[in-house]
C-alpha cells in the first residue's frame, strides 16, 4: 500500500537531548513537508522540500533540523534549542505546485520533560 | 499575503442534523481550497478541494463545500451529520506557485447522539 509512515507514534526525551522524527513515503512524491500541531492553533509549517537535497524553512524553523538525501524521506531533528518541542508532529507530502492535495502521515506525538 | 479564518473552533450539533463549518480567506491573488479532517490522534485526510471551475465541490463523506468569490469565503456543509462525523476540521490555501498550504486553526466537530 502506498502511503507515509512516521515512527514512532509516541515519543519521550529529556530536555535538553535531540530527538529525530522518522518520516517515509512510497508515493514517489517531490515535495514533503513537517508540521508542528498544537491545541488551538492549527498546523504550522516546520521545513519543507521540493527536491532531493534542497529544503526551505517554513515558519517555525528555529530549533529544528531536517535532512533530504533521499526523495523518499525526510527525517526531522528537533534540537536542545527548540524551547517548546511538546507537541503533534505531522509529516506530508505532495506531487508538485499546489495543485495535488497533501497527503499526511499519521503523526508523532512529542513530549519533552 | 495569504491567510485563513475558521471563526468557529467549536461546533455542537445534534445527529441527523445539517452542519455548516465556516472558513474565510484573505488573498490578494487566487488560490485553491481545501478542507481537511483530522480524527483524534491521527494524520490529516483530505475531504475535498476547489482548483477551478463549479463553485460548489463535492466531496467523500456526503459533505460539500461552495467556494464564493466575493465574499471570499468556502464553507463546508453536510445534510445530516452521524456520530463518526466527530473530528476536527481544517479549511487551508495553497500558495500560488508554491507547493505550500496555509492552514485554519480548526473547527472542532462534536455530534451528539
Known amino acids: 500500500d502506498g502511503g507515509i509512515t512516521q515512527s514512532p507514534k509516541y515519543l519521550f526525551r529529556k530536555e535538553g537531548q535531540n530527538v529525530t522524527l522518522s518520516c517515509e513515503q512510497n508515493l514517489n512524491h517531490d515535495a514533503m513537508y513537517w508540521y508542528r500541531q498544537d491545541p488551538g492553533q492549527g498546523l504550522r509549517l516546520i521545513y519543507y522540500?521540493?527536491?532531493?537535497?534542497?529544503?526551505q524553512k517554513g515558519d517555525i524553523a528555529e530549533g529544528y533540523s531536517v535532512s533530504r538525501e533521499k526523495k523518499e524521506s525526510f527525517p526531522l531533528t528537533v534540537t536542545s534549542a527548540q524551547k517548546n518541542p511538546t507537541a503533534f508532529y505531522l509529516c506530508a507530502s505532495s506531487m508538485w505546485q499546489g495543485l495535488d492535495e497533501q497527503y499526511f502521515g499519521p503523526g508523532t506525538r512529542l513530549t519533552v520533560t | 499575503a495569504q491567510s485563513v479564518t475558521q471563526l468557529d473552533s467549536q461546533v455542537p450539533v445534534f445527529e441527523e442534523a445539517p452542519v455548516e463549518l465556516r472558513c474565510n480567506y484573505s488573498?490578494?491573488?487566487?488560490?485553491?481550497l481545501f478542507w481537511y479532517v483530522q480524527y483524534p490522534n491521527q494524520g490529516l485526510q483530505l475531504l475535498l478541494k476547489y482548483l477551478s471551475g463549479s463553485t460548489l465541490v463535492k466531496g467523500i463523506n456526503g459533505f460539500e463545500a461552495e467556494f464564493n468569490k466575493s465574499q471570499t469565503s468556502f464553507h463546508l456543509r453536510k445534510p445530516s451529520v452521524h456520530i463518526s462525523d466527530t473530528a476536527e476540521y481544517f479549511c487551508a490555501v495553497s500558495v500560488p506557485n508554491t507547493d505550500k498550504l496555509i492552514f485554519g486553526t480548526g473547527t472542532r466537530l462534536q455530534v451528539f447522539p
Open positions: 488573498s490578494s491573488v487566487s488560490v485553491y
Open positions: 522540500s521540493q527536491i532531493v537535497n534542497d529544503f
